[in-house]
């Protein structure tokens, strides 16, 4: 990640303890709430996991934008949710609680037509969990293997709690836990209550929750996604990854095609990936319609054995001609061919981020040598065939057109 987000985070932390040493404060509330550990290690299971309760008002849809220059970002406002996502993260950074430390990445706009964005992370190649033995996009929940119910209390943020006088309560808790094996600054799980055991299959409820997310921060890089199993999640328990980048994305803008006369899915033509898109202009009624579609439209991968990712970002409305404007939600979804097991010998594995453009290099060498040519390649070599794509496309227009008027 840039500068902008590692500076926020050890501001936030080093000012709150500075200050007082007490919890930090959080506008907004009427008590102060910490979302720092105790400085003693045998505090933290008893230390109680601190809700982050938010409402409407603070789900913004316009209004954030790339600034016309980069080092801009550095003093572009910040939500609560960025102050306290930024501040606990960096300090689980200074408490070791990763597998390795986060540098500042090399990164490189890959030249081209297309805009990719490489990052060599070379730690995260090497120690990130191994997948899990998993042989189907719709294995049963296993209590034997990994699973969110084991992580430490250090690891767990806070809860996002909508409040209930303007937001729909989603399924149940959501538990925001750092990756310990991060690709980006900032980066975090969303976890559904861990003792419910929910598999890896998307749910109304988790996706709510990541849109809601993507509209709590002000900044136009943090990104929410999910991967199914065989689209590369490594965890079979109910997950999304949120995360920080200081890139534009391709998928922000790219041109699409509607294949619904009312508006409510289109096409992705562009390259890295062809995929649907659906959009968000306001929350609400609008938001709960995308959710519904989404999980539907993965309701039916699932149950035909397809995998797919997701991407959620900030970006322009769908159609032909895009502004340059990130006027609300684009929720993208790509079917692909499953890939279950251990990743080997390529210089990136192809899931959320990759499919949207952001490409974590494993080694120097691939880093230093990776065309936009080899890497769009690569990348589509994981989509599916075309004439199963168009089986696809039609089942999802299908789906769409039988929605309630």
């Known amino acids: 990640m840039g500068v902008s987000l590692q ?5 936030l932390f080093f000012v709150s303890v500075i200050l007082s040493g007490q919890p930090m404060a959080t506008p907004g509330d009427l008590n102060e709430t910490s979302y720092l550990l105790s400085p003693n290690t045998s505090d933290w299971d008893g230390q109680v996991v601190p809700d982050f309760t938010y409402g409407q008002e603070e789900l913004v849809v316009e209004g954030v934008q790339w600034p016309q220059v980069p080092s801009a970002l550095d003093t572009q406002p910040q939500s609560r949710f960025d102050a306290a996502l930024c501040a606990a993260w960096a300090q689980r950074v200074e408490l070791g609680l990763f597998r390795y430390r986060l540098g500042e990445l090399r990164t490189q706009i890959l030249p081209g037509a297309v805009g990719l964005v490489a990052q060599l992370n070379v730690e995260r190649g090497v120690q990130r969990r191994r997948p899990q033995d998993v042989r189907s996009v719709r294995q049963a929940f296993d209590p034997q293997q990994f699973n969110f119910r084991k992580i430490p209390r250090g690891e767990v943020l806070f809860r996002l709690r909508p409040d209930p006088r303007g937001l729909q309560d989603g399924d149940g808790d959501i538990l925001v836990v750092i990756n310990v094996s991060p690709l980006e600054r900032g980066h975090v799980l969303l976890v559904p209550e861990p003792a419910l055991g929910l598999p890896q299959r998307l749910l109304p409820g988790a996706l709510r929750a990541g849109l809601e997310a993507v509209l709590l921060s002000l900044h136009p890089g943090f990104r929410v996604g999910f991967n199914s199993l065989g689209g590369l999640a490594s965890v079979n328990h109910l997950h999304l990854h949120g ?3 200081d890139h534009r994305l391709p998928v922000e803008r790219a041109p699409s095609v509607p294949l619904d006369p009312k508006g409510r899915l289109y096409l992705l033509r562009t390259l890295p990936a062809p995929g649907f898109l659906f959009y968000v202009g306001r929350p609400g ?11 539907r439209a993965t309701d039916y991968l699932s ?3 397809i995998a797919h990712n997701v991407f959620v970002t900030r970006g322009a409305p769908p159609g032909e001609a895009v502004p340059s404007a990130l006027s609300g939600l684009r929720v993208i979804l790509w079917p692909r061919k499953p890939s279950f097991g ?14 949207a453009g952001h490409l974590p290099v494993k080694t120097s060498q691939d880093f230093c040598s990776l065309t936009e040519t080899a890497a769009v390649a690569l990348i589509q070599d994981c989509l599916l065939p075309p004439a199963q794509m168009q089986e696809v496309q039609a089942a999802l227009v299908a789906l769409v057109a039988g929605e309630s008027p």
């Not at 500076?7 to 501001?11: C, F, G, H």
């Not at 009624?285 to 999980?295: I, K, P, Q, T």
């Not at 251990?342 to 499919?355: D, I, M, P, R």
């Open 7 to 11: 500076r926020w985070a050890a501001l």
């Open 243 to 245: 995360y920080y980048l």
């Open 285 to 295: 009624l609008d938001m709960e319609a995308v959710v519904s579609r989404v999980c």
């Open 303 to 305: 149950e035909h054995e």
């Open 342 to 355: 251990v990743k080997e010998g390529e210089a990136f594995n192809v899931a959320l981020c990759e499919l």
